[in-house]
């Protein structure tokens, strides 16, 4: 993997997180891919699944073993943080129930991070989908964590969002397929510019509460 002017060859992990493996969301996230294909970047599409997916606990047993990955080994959890750790760039994909990003993808996320998975200076974008409403809350919720792992943000025309209810009906919605493709072609730019070896040296963390 290479970064910067030059570039050999990147590669973007697209995380689809809906347990309906070719639903809208993989349409959604499917269009992405495409378009950075177009551009020379290898990508991707990693299905969550329909098994159970843990719940972080809170052990810091990841800490005390150090070496990436989360103490249960029993999901899709350290798998994915393989791919992540491989990859230059992430787009994580859901559904949105009740407003929110689908549990399941939520867990996954909040696991890898704690682990340890490589995130610093990759760039990442979240995409969601619904029939209706409740996107934009789903879509920050899941952009958020990104921004406490170091992973520049990818923009688009619009929120990264795309709508439909049966499978098939996101590529109906042309604006949200145009705003999948804009999101990609901004990827592919920022991987291309991007020089991971003059990434800003970071502090160490000084972490506290408001606790007196």
Known sequence: MKWGGGCEMTKVLLINGSPR??????????EVAKTLGKQGIETEIA????????SCVACYGCSAKGDGHCVFNDDICNTMIDKLNAADGLVVGTPTYYGVPNGAVLSLLQRMFCAGAQTYGKPAAAVTVCRRGGATSAFQALQMPFQMVNMP???SQYWNIVYGREEGQATLDTEGMQTMRTLANNMAWMLKSLDRTQLPKREPWDPMHFIR
Request: aromatic residues 10%; proline residues 5%; positive net charge.
């Open 21 to 30: 493996e070719k639903g809208n969301t993989y349409l959604a996230l499917d």
């Open 47 to 54: 299905w969550i699944g329909k098994k159970p997916v843990r």
């Open 153 to 155: 943000l990818v923009t």
